[in-house]
């Protein structure tokens, strides 16, 4: 498994924008595909963005199409760049990683703790 962690959660207007870091320190992360879920209380963990291993190919759920952007940088680093938030009951994000560009959760072997995004409206 592949350690990850993310940061730069916390409490933002609405409307405001948010960029989360998902940071590993495996030597040949680079090789994952990773992409950023988000989960509400009393709700399923839903995929919002991912990234192939390059980063050549870029997935987004309807719902942020236009507002996130997932990007990598060539080491060990992936982000999500949050824009236009909307307001509701605070979510979790979290990053995950494995082998080829995967959208369910179920799919995912490593897991980041997750960072919490609350949106005040």
């Known amino acids: 498994q592949v350690q990850l962690v993310e940061s730069g959660g916390g409490l933002v207007q609405a409307g405001g924008s948010l960029r989360l870091s998902c940071v590993s320190s495996?030597?040949?992360?680079?090789?994952?595909?990773v992409a950023w879920f988000r989960q509400a209380p009393g709700k399923e963990r839903e995929c919002v963005a991912g990234?192939?291993?390059?980063?050549?190919?870029t997935h987004y759920a309807d719902s942020v199409k236009g507002r996130f952007t997932i990007s990598r940088d060539n080491a060990n680093t992936v982000y999500l760049q949050m824009n236009r938030l909307n307001p509701g009951a605070p979510s979790v994000y979290f990053c995950?990683?494995?082998?080829?560009?995967?959208?369910?959760?179920?799919?995912?072997?490593?897991w980041g703790q997750g960072t919490q995004v609350p949106v005040s409206s």
């Open positions: 995950a990683a494995d082998y080829g560009l995967r959208l369910a959760a179920d799919d995912f072997t490593s």
């Open positions: 495996e030597r040949l992360f680079n090789r994952y595909a």
């Open positions: 990234i192939t291993y390059n980063g050549e190919t």
